[in-house]
């Protein structure tokens, strides 16, 4: 028997063991949500409701098996009551652990499930690729990691040809996020500027901006705060053809350009689906659906209809 003819048995043999394997599956599979309360938009943990959902009502993925899950909603500031509410959750036989967000919680999640060896997923933005390491082969974070997000920002900046950059951050991680803007790797000279700012500095750091016309910005700020930070430019007129701002927020569709359409504003984002596609316009109906038959909120109606980052890779 030929080496071809081995691999397509094992593959033959694989494939019905994944088959037996899934009509052995219990009629209930339960999975758990962690959350932090207060510290997150409700969208997300509605998206794993409904991801829920749309698993249940595909036959072709679990025929026989329901999906059921528990969902904790964690104080941030209390550890050990925390601790608890996971600990319960994962004594309900919960086959897999979704969250939470907030880093000091993330942490003993991770070691928990390391531990009793419980798959566990993560949409985390600040688990850096190059100092987080997951405590062990289960554990998934499913946010876009920071290598490739530095990649895709300095790829626009040297196809703009731009010959400096003003880089304003705002949470502690940001720095992390534009490393690779902040090391320089273009493949022509450019000089970088930092600045931190916060929402009482931002129109400081504006004006010095149009004092010393830094014209060519790259925004790395929570979507609320980019909208700010946004709309002090154009009160400071900053929002014409002569600035550029690229916008590192993974959810800048959710961001009201209204105020800026008329001012011809040179305005660059990022996005992780293209709402063109049908099959994420389906899905969008599909959602807008399950909002009115639900009344739980899952898209973005801000700008214009989206879907949620932190939604849509749950």
């Known amino acids: 028997m030929t080496s071809t003819h081995w691999k397509r048995l094992s593959t033959l043999v694989i494939g019905l ?25 409700p969208s ?9 959902y749309r ?10 098996t329901k999906l059921t899950y528990d969902i904790q909603s964690l104080p941030i500031n209390d550890g050990f009551a925390a601790s608890k509410k996971v600990c319960y959750q994962i004594e309900q036989n919960t086959i897999a652990v979704f969250g939470p967000r907030a880093t000091n919680l993330a942490g003993f999640v991770t070691s928990l499930c390391a531990s009793l060896q419980v798959p566990h997923i993560e949409i985390r933005s600040d688990a850096l690729d190059s100092l987080y390491t997951p405590a062990h082969a289960l554990t998934v974070n499913l946010y876009p990691g920071m290598e490739q997000l530095g990649r895709a920002y ?5 196809y703009y040809g731009w010959t400096e950059v003003l880089v304003i951050y705002g949470v502690r991680h940001g720095l992390n996020r534009v490393h690779k803007v902040l ?52 009160q400071e007129g900053m929002i014409d053809p002569y600035h550029h701002y690229i916008i590192t927020n993974l959810d800048v569709e959710s961001i009201d350009m209204e105020d800026f359409r008329h001012n011809y504003v040179n305005l660059t984002g ?3 689906v293209d709402p063109g596609d049908p099959q994420v316009r389906k899905i969008i109906h599909d959602m807008e659906i399950y909002e009115m038959q639900t009344d739980l909120s899952l898209l973005n109606t801000t700008g214009y209809l989206s879907i949620p980052v932190n939604g849509l890779l749950l």
């Open 183 to 234: 090391r320089g790797d273009f493949r022509t000279r450019a000089e970088i500027l930092v600045r931190f700012v916060e929402p009482d500095t931002m129109r400081a750091v504006l004006k010095e901006a149009k004092e010393k016309k830094w014209r060519r910005m790259l925004v790395d700020l929570p979507v609320d705060d980019t909208t700010i930070f946004m709309k002090m430019a154009l």
């Open 55 to 64: 698993i249940n009502h595909n036959r072709k993925l679990l025929a026989d």
């Open 44 to 52: 997300i943990e509605n998206a794993f409701r409904y991801a829920v």
């Open 154 to 158: 300095t790829d626009v900046i040297t």
């Open 270 to 272: 990022f996005r992780l």
């Open 17 to 41: 063991a994944l088959v037996h394997c899934a009509r052995c599956l219990p009629e209930l599979l339960k999975i758990g949500g962690l959350f932090g309360d207060g510290d997150e938009d």
